[in-house]
């Protein structure tokens, strides 16, 4: 069976220190050969030049694809897609175009004064442009925001056909939920592919959290696992055996391409990688 593709999402760094942090972790995924790596934007845009500092830096210096986030929250049209055209004049030409979330504390999100009504709208305009390959975020298991999974599928098919080229899913615990997604995706006329997100759980109080805080189900086997491996300290080794375990399944699921929510911390993912038989660029020139 051919090894899949993969991709990484890091997240800007705010101080030096996480800067070369953010290094090394690159540094470690980069000889997976990754089909592109990814930069997120912060809550109400809040790491705007952060991300496209970061983007610049990583394009330049590693010579990786970049898959630039880019939100609608608290910039105008004009604004947004001026960073838009400085991502491409730096030769960085994948967006991952998303609404976004508003600031901590400031309820719905409503369109800042000029600016974009929301994701479609900003995906019509990057795709107008001719310049960028588009992707777009997914939810296996319905936006919280969403009405139900069936309008949050037919939002997905409206970026879809607003020029997005895949679209990249929410985390997951479980196989079963990205293929009845897949499977509902399909059935709707998604013809795009759709990337399962995958998160090596380093930190499960963490991830626990957020999970609840976007709607994703936490399969009680898991839960209790990794209250166990918290109090024997085995919480690494548990998070790569589920992670690798569930990438396999999708694989032989015909899943293609994993993209992996690094953190900034790239020890589990690299494990993951490792024991889904992938191999680096660097191992493959020691052989040779």
């Known amino acids: 069976m051919p090894q899949p593709a993969v991709s990484f999402e890091f997240f ?34 809040t790491t705007r030049t952060l991300t496209h ?25 004009a604004e947004t897609m001026e960073i838009a055209d400085q991502y491409a004049t730096a030769g960085v030409t994948e967006i991952v175009a998303l609404r976004g979330d508003p600031p901590k ?32 975020g997914a939810y296996p298991e319905q936006h919280p925001e969403a009405a139900d999974l ?9 970026k879809i056909d607003a020029g997005a080229s895949s679209a990249i899913t ?3 615990f479980e196989a079963d939920t990205f293929f009845r997604f897949r499977d509902a995706c399909a059935a709707a006329g998604i013809n795009a592919p759709i990337i399962p997100g995958i998160l090596p759980i380093e930190n499960w109080t963490g991830a626990a959290k957020f999970a609840k805080a976007c ?36 694989v032989q699921g015909g899943v293609d391409h994993l993209h992996f929510y690094t953190l900034n911390k790239p020890e589990l993912t690299r494990d993951v990688c490792r024991a889904l038989g992938l191999t680096s660029r660097r191992a493959l020139e020691r052989v040779a």
């Open 170 to 172: 929410q985390f997951f």
């Open 150 to 158: 069936s309008a949050d599928i037919a939002h997905l098919k409206r």
């Open 53 to 77: 500092e970061a983007v610049g830096a990583i394009h330049d210096t590693f010579g990786l694809p970049v898959a630039a986030h880019l939100t609608c929250v608290n910039a105008t049209r």
């Open 12 to 45: 800007p760094p705010k101080t030096l220190q996480a800067s070369f942090r953010l290094w090394d972790c690159i540094g470690t995924l980069a000889p997976f050969d990754p089909a592109f790596v990814s930069v997120t934007y912060g809550a109400g845009g």
């Open 105 to 136: 504390g400031s309820g719905a999100f409503t369109p800042a004064k000029g600016g974009f009504e929301g994701s479609v709208d900003l995906i019509a305009a990057l795709a107008e442009t001719g310049k960028f390959t588009i992707r777009v």
């Open 215 to 250: 709607g994703t189900h936490i399969p009680p086997l898991i839960a209790d696992a990794f209250d166990n491996a918290m109090r024997d300290g085995t919480q690494d080794l548990l998070a790569t055996a589920l992670a690798s375990e569930l990438c396999d399944d999708l």
